[in-house]
Protein backbone atom coordinates (compact mmCIF):
# COMPACT_ATOMS: atom_id res chain seq x y z
CA UNK A 1 0.00 0.00 0.00
CA UNK A 2 1.75 3.39 -1.02
CA UNK A 3 -0.28 5.44 1.17
CA UNK A 4 0.04 3.83 4.74
CA UNK A 5 -3.81 3.37 6.65
CA UNK A 6 -5.12 4.59 3.44
CA UNK A 7 -8.28 2.13 3.20
CA UNK A 8 -9.22 -1.06 4.67
CA UNK A 9 -10.64 -3.72 2.68
CA UNK A 10 -14.25 -4.80 4.49
CA UNK A 11 -15.42 -7.82 1.61
CA UNK A 12 -13.94 -9.30 -1.30
CA UNK A 13 -16.71 -11.05 -3.27
CA UNK A 14 -15.53 -13.03 -6.67
CA UNK A 15 -18.51 -12.90 -8.87
CA UNK A 16 -16.96 -14.99 -11.37
CA UNK A 17 -13.98 -16.01 -13.46
CA UNK A 18 -13.03 -12.16 -13.87
CA UNK A 19 -15.63 -10.10 -12.01
CA UNK A 20 -14.79 -8.83 -8.62
CA UNK A 21 -17.04 -6.77 -5.86
CA UNK A 22 -14.59 -5.25 -3.14
CA UNK A 23 -16.01 -2.89 -0.34
CA UNK A 24 -13.38 -0.76 0.86
CA UNK A 25 -13.54 2.05 4.01
CA UNK A 26 -11.67 5.01 3.34
CA UNK A 27 -9.96 6.44 6.33
CA UNK A 28 -11.35 9.91 6.44
CA UNK A 29 -8.82 11.08 9.29
CA UNK A 30 -5.75 10.48 6.87
CA UNK A 31 -3.04 13.08 6.04
CA UNK A 32 -3.80 13.19 2.04
CA UNK A 33 -7.63 15.18 3.38
CA UNK A 34 -5.84 17.52 5.22
CA UNK A 35 -4.27 19.26 2.13
CA UNK A 36 -7.26 17.67 -0.46
CA UNK A 37 -9.12 20.05 0.79
CA UNK A 38 -9.09 21.26 4.74
CA UNK A 39 -12.67 21.73 6.13
CA UNK A 40 -14.40 20.05 3.27
CA UNK A 41 -12.00 16.47 1.98
CA UNK A 42 -12.46 15.18 -1.75
CA UNK A 43 -11.16 11.80 -2.34
CA UNK A 44 -7.81 12.96 -4.86
CA UNK A 45 -8.13 10.97 -8.80
CA UNK A 46 -4.97 9.79 -8.13
CA UNK A 47 -5.28 7.73 -5.18
CA UNK A 48 -8.43 6.09 -6.47
CA UNK A 49 -6.46 5.22 -9.62
CA UNK A 50 -3.79 3.76 -6.95
CA UNK A 51 -6.26 1.95 -5.17
CA UNK A 52 -8.06 0.15 -8.20
CA UNK A 53 -4.13 -1.00 -9.14
CA UNK A 54 -3.71 -2.32 -5.66
CA UNK A 55 -6.97 -4.23 -5.59
CA UNK A 56 -5.78 -5.90 -9.14
CA UNK A 57 -2.58 -6.69 -7.91
CA UNK A 58 -3.82 -8.36 -4.80
CA UNK A 59 -6.64 -10.33 -7.12
CA UNK A 60 -3.68 -11.50 -9.57
CA UNK A 61 -0.97 -12.00 -7.28
CA UNK A 62 1.41 -9.87 -9.64
CA UNK A 63 3.23 -6.77 -9.52
CA UNK A 64 1.63 -4.28 -11.96
CA UNK A 65 2.39 -1.03 -14.16
CA UNK A 66 0.45 1.29 -15.58
CA UNK A 67 0.53 1.18 -19.28
CA UNK A 68 -2.51 3.06 -20.17
CA UNK A 69 -5.60 4.53 -18.91
CA UNK A 70 -8.78 5.45 -20.59
CA UNK A 71 -12.21 6.06 -20.36
CA UNK A 72 -11.67 7.64 -16.76
CA UNK A 73 -14.67 9.50 -15.90
CA UNK A 74 -14.91 10.95 -12.53
CA UNK A 75 -18.94 10.98 -11.80
CA UNK A 76 -19.42 12.14 -8.33
CA UNK A 77 -16.99 13.68 -5.79
CA UNK A 78 -16.37 11.30 -2.77
CA UNK A 79 -16.25 12.94 0.04
CA UNK A 80 -15.17 10.49 3.10
CA UNK A 81 -16.53 12.10 5.83
CA UNK A 82 -19.75 11.47 4.16
CA UNK A 83 -19.08 8.16 2.30
CA UNK A 84 -16.43 6.99 3.45
CA UNK A 85 -17.26 3.11 2.55
CA UNK A 86 -16.92 2.42 -1.27
CA UNK A 87 -17.58 -0.65 -3.27
CA UNK A 88 -15.63 -1.01 -6.09
CA UNK A 89 -16.17 -3.57 -9.31
CA UNK A 90 -13.59 -5.23 -11.21
CA UNK A 91 -13.44 -6.83 -14.01
CA UNK A 92 -10.22 -8.49 -14.93
CA UNK A 93 -8.89 -9.80 -17.93
CA UNK A 94 -5.02 -11.15 -18.36
CA UNK A 95 -4.36 -10.91 -22.77
CA UNK A 96 -2.02 -13.56 -24.13
CA UNK A 97 0.27 -10.77 -23.75
CA UNK A 98 0.15 -11.31 -20.13
CA UNK A 99 -1.13 -7.53 -20.04
CA UNK A 100 -3.70 -7.15 -17.07
CA UNK A 101 -6.76 -5.26 -18.39
CA UNK A 102 -9.11 -3.61 -15.60
CA UNK A 103 -12.64 -2.19 -16.06
CA UNK A 104 -13.81 -0.58 -12.83
CA UNK A 105 -16.86 1.32 -11.30
CA UNK A 106 -16.84 2.78 -7.99
CA UNK A 107 -19.75 3.15 -6.22
CA UNK A 108 -20.69 5.16 -2.90
CA UNK A 109 -24.23 3.97 -2.06
CA UNK A 110 -25.94 4.22 -5.37
CA UNK A 111 -24.26 6.71 -6.81
CA UNK A 112 -21.42 5.98 -9.62
CA UNK A 113 -18.52 8.23 -8.61
CA UNK A 114 -15.66 6.75 -10.87
CA UNK A 115 -15.80 4.63 -14.00
CA UNK A 116 -12.14 3.95 -15.64
CA UNK A 117 -10.94 1.03 -17.95
CA UNK A 118 -6.49 0.51 -18.06
CA UNK A 119 -4.22 -2.09 -18.87
CA UNK A 120 -1.23 -2.91 -16.87
CA UNK A 121 1.73 -4.65 -17.56
CA UNK A 122 2.78 -7.51 -15.19
CA UNK A 123 6.84 -6.97 -14.05
Not at 61 to 73: E, P, R, W, Y
Not at 74 to 96: G, S, W, Y
Request: with cysteine; proline share 4%.
Amino acid sequence: MVLKDFYKILSEEKINDTKYSITILVNEKHEVFKGHFPGNPIMPGVCMIQIIKELSEKITGATLMIQTLTNVKFMALINPDATPELRLELDIVTTEEDLVKVKNTTYFNETVALKLSNVYKKL
